[in-house]
């Protein structure tokens, strides 16, 4: 019995034991297996999928964000800055990650200046488009970045960020306004020369990458991608000094006449370098709200007009270049009116018989009309063209135009004589400048241009070197004795002409709307420079001989001194004649 129990007892212990050592394996194996499936799971993320989770993780924490561009500098003659490029903050974020944090919206819209109703509004817009990056506001004030900074580091604010780009600053303001133009808030030229030479002063941007928090902000750079580029500086042939004393002695003419706009320009007579360039009304290109509108317009450029008077020097040289006219003939200019088919071109009195350097110095319409029609038709058109009338201005300037002058077999008899003395042509203040030059430049036209010349100008041959001193020799006659007296300049000789056209409208011309003008150079033996002024609609006065003259004897006053130009005058010229010192008859005989 006893060895029964026994060998019962060792029977239960074999199957118990037996029992716990099948557990102990099948617990064993199921922590087996799923440290087998933890240890496939994380080959499969840390080396099979890596480079995808790589990449997922990289989207949500690393951007790659813009790296702006310094623009090139605008320069005058003298190195002085016109334009420059100045470093300025722009706001941005995330729009799906601020919105997450709608209570904050509020205290950042004060923060940056913004209306909140319109932050959220381009908050949504962002979430809806599912951007990543927006523009909250551009160029800000720099009071506003340092306080939206103070909000960020007091953890006030999370997911917007402050970034450094360039804003263009003039400092000239509205003085070189109408030359140098204005960008856009992304630095592209879209005025002037900004425009015109966009590529070249344009930097390239860069690119940087950055990680960024779950709020987006950027808390580290990791790499610089590509270095931003700056663009090139460019050297203007505009004197700043030059294009103050134009832009202020127009503007006071201007007002002063109660004028609806004027043009003012001054070259280099020599190399075609535009020295000042100015238009009034203008506008200051640093205030976004004054771009707008008819006053960004460089007029001087864009605006066509009929030259008037000013054009007689041409009609005389065009005469003197065939040999068929010399300097001691007369032309009979009696009764004081001349018929030519219906029409009658008229002078303000009898004037009799006037020499050439009589019909410039009284401005004889009379004079010119006939003297125009002794010639043959294709003379005096080939004269203009070569001057530039009618063809496309060679210089780099948007929106420059070429005028009108219609090719001689449309002439009639009518237009061949009014051609004669400015009317039924068209042309800009600068054009006229430039044909001047060629006056002014012995028969040598040069090429305009806005840049600095390095090396010899461009030049082309437009009269005989004998032929422009002789018609200059005249132009001085009109400023020593003659309609030109208010442009007179202590100390030098001048030459120069006036002009007023009554202004077209409707197919017809007003008979009490005028545009006032002068256009000369100094010294008139030597001339440095040549100016043309044009002074639109002034109301009483209106005559070029007392609302135009003047202003082209203060802005060449200051400019010769400027540019060291010796004084060659006479003693004449020791008391620059003005306005009120003129005559009745010299301000009647003034060019119509």
Known sequence: MKADYTALRIDDETADGSGLGGRRAFVLGVFLLLALVLVARAFQLQVLDRSFYQKQGDVRQIRTLPLAAHRGMLKDRNGEPLAVSSPIDSIWADPRELSKYEDKIDLLGYAIEMDPARLRQILAKGVENKREFIYLRRHVHPRTAKALQALKDRGQIKGVNIQREYGRYYPSGEITAHVLGFNNIDDQGQEGLEMAFDDWLKGESGKRRVVTDVLGDAIEDIELVSEAMPGKDLVLSIDKRIQYLAYRELKQAVQRNGAKSGSAVVLDARTGEVLAMVNQPSYNPNRFSERAGGTKRNRAVTDVLEPGSTIKPFTIAAALETGEFGLNDVIDTAPGRFNVGKYVVRDYKNYGELSLTGILKNSSNIGASK????????????????????????????????????????????????????????????????????????????????????????????????????????????????????????????????????????????????????????????????????????????????????????????????????????????????????SVNDLERAAR
Request: net charge neutral; proline share 5%.
């Open 371 to 582: 003297i125009s029609l002794q010639l043959d038709k294709s003379t005096l058109w080939n004269t203009f063209d070569h001057l530039g009338f009618g063809r496309a201005p060679l210089i780099e300037f948007p929106g420059a135009v070429s005028g009108k002058l219609p090719h001689h077999s449309r002439w009639s008899v009518v237009r061949q004589a009014t051609v004669a003395y400015g009317y039924g042509i068209s042309t800009t203040v600068l054009q006229l400048a430039r044909a001047y030059a060629a006056l002014a430049n012995d028969g040598l036209m040069p090429e305009v241009t806005f840049q600095k010349l390095v090396g010899e100008p461009r030049v082309e041959r437009v009269f005989s070197e004998d032929v422009a001193r002789e018609v200059r020799s005249m132009l001085q006659a009109v400023v020593d004795s003659g309609t030109g007296k208010a442009a007179g300049i202590p100390g030098y000789t001048v030459s120069g002409k006036t002009g007023t056209t009554h202004i077209s409208e409707n197919g017809s011309y007003a008979d009490d709307r005028y545009i006032s003008q002068f256009a000369g150079m100094v010294p008139a033996g030597n001339p440095a420079m040549v100016a043309v002024i044009s002074i639109i609609e002034p109301k009483g006065r209106y005559f070029g001989g007392e609302v135009a003259a003047p202003v082209f004897s203060n802005i060449m006053a200051g400019a010769l001194r400027l540019r060291n130009v010796n004084p060659d005058g006479r003693e004449v010229y020791t008391k620059q004649a003005s306005v009120a010192e003129l």
